[in-house]
């Protein structure tokens, strides 16, 4: 399938009554945090936001539609931002100019879901894609080099991927196939609940060969796979959700290649509260904790990683984005109904104050960069 880049000069003009065309602010010496979000700005725009630990903008490109994800290339210099499924777009950002080079869609019969990952070279690109007319999920490649020219797909071995992430050694992908059978003429509706199956698998990269897949006990079924974060030990932290409101289920687990899927309880009252959903899940720059967000509970969950332990919650309205904080143990945390905050194992939580992230409202997902 041939595949093409979104013409950008209606888009363009469309959104220059916004104010939102890629800005740099000016950047101190040396490397620092920042922090890379889809949002919401006032006056319906959507958009894709960097900020520093204070709260302030560095730039913002504006998106055709609601993202979703966010991967970063090896080398830090760019950032691809996936459209929310059933969307078709990503969007290329060079990360020192904070422009868009290129807009990418997803091949006829194709759409994306939200998520995708650089390899460990950063020559390829790889998208979690569902081919709807086969209800089966595929891996779109993408040539990085040649002007992002689709080169091919892979199985996801099987239905719905959705996250997907490189393993550190720059070859091993890890897909969390949700299991859930969605089509474009049916939104966003789940059309298979009977047949469900969801799975967490591994991948080589290179050839798509199948190295590895873990499901869950048959009583759990019905527990699509959604996000997860990987630290350099190979800890997978999973954000699962539940499509059965009659049962609580556990949402929340830790797997390493070889090992069974690990599910986490969450301590009286959570389980009751969070509504069986996990919107999404992010690791300490150390590996040590992981957060878990349950924004229907506008909770994020706190873990540490070895022992799984649970470590508390923080309440944050509509709370689900979730990345690295700028420390090695922190974690930062977004929400819905705008603004930031960190945590840290040492310090506690404090809330950013910056205008900027007080005035957007920002979707499930964020990444912390080095600039």
């Not at 560095?58 to 459209?83: Q, S, T, W, Y």
């Not at 332990?309 to 922190?330: I, N, P, W």
């Amino acid at each position: 399938m041939d595949s093409m880049v979104i013409d950008r000069r209606a888009f363009l003009a469309a959104i220059a009554a916004f104010g939102l065309m890629g800005k740099s602010a000016a950047r101190a010496d040396g490397r620092r945090s920042l922090w890379l979000a889809a949002n919401l700005a006032p006056g319906r725009q959507y958009g894709l936001g960097a900020f520093d630990s204070g709260g302030h903008m560095e730039f913002e490109v504006a998106l055709p539609g609601r993202g979703h994800g966010i991967a970063l290339a090896p080398d830090g210099k760019l950032a691809v931002a996936v459209a929310r499924r059933p969307g078709t777009f990503a969007g290329v950002i060079d990360l020192a100019s904070g422009e868009a080079t290129h807009w990418l869609e997803a091949p006829t019969g194709r759409h994306f879901h939200g998520h995708g990952a650089f390899s460990g070279d950063g020559r390829r690109f790889f998208s979690a894609e569902n081919d709807y007319a086969e209800a089966t999920g595929v891996i779109g490649i993408w040539d990085v080099g040649d002007t992002w020219r689709r080169v091919g797909e892979m199985p996801s071995h099987g239905i719905e991927p959705h996250d997907i992430r490189m393993l550190t050694d720059g070859h091993t992908l890890v897909v969390a196939n949700g299991g859930i059978i969605t089509h474009p003429d049916s939104g966003r509706a789940r059309l298979n609940l009977e047949r469900m199956d969801p799975s967490l698998v591994y991948l080589d990269s290179r050839d798509g060969g199948l190295l590895g897949q873990w499901r869950l006990p048959a009583r759990w079924k019905l527990l699509s796979m959604r996000h997860f974060a990987v630290n350099d030990q190979g800890d997978v932290a999973i954000g699962m959700q539940y499509q059965d409101d009659d049962t609580t289920a556990p949402i929340i687990a830790l797997h390493r290649f070889g090992q069974p899927i690990r599910l986490l309880d969450l301590p009286a009252p959570l389980p009751a509260t969070v509504r069986n959903y996990c919107g999404s899940v992010a690791m300490s720059a150390d590996g040590r904790y992981f957060a878990a967000s349950c924004p229907q509970a506008s909770l994020v969950t706190l873990w540490e990683t070895t022992s799984a332990r649970f470590l508390g919650t923080v309440a944050v309205a509509d709370g689900c984005g979730v990345a690295a904080g700028g420390d090695g143990d922190s974690v930062l945390m977004t929400s819905g109904r705008r603004g930031a905050w960190l945590w840290s194992a040492q310090t506690g939580t404090v809330e950013i104050t910056g205008a900027y992230v007080r005035d957007r409202s920002w979707d499930n997902h964020a990444v912390r960069l080095l600039l």
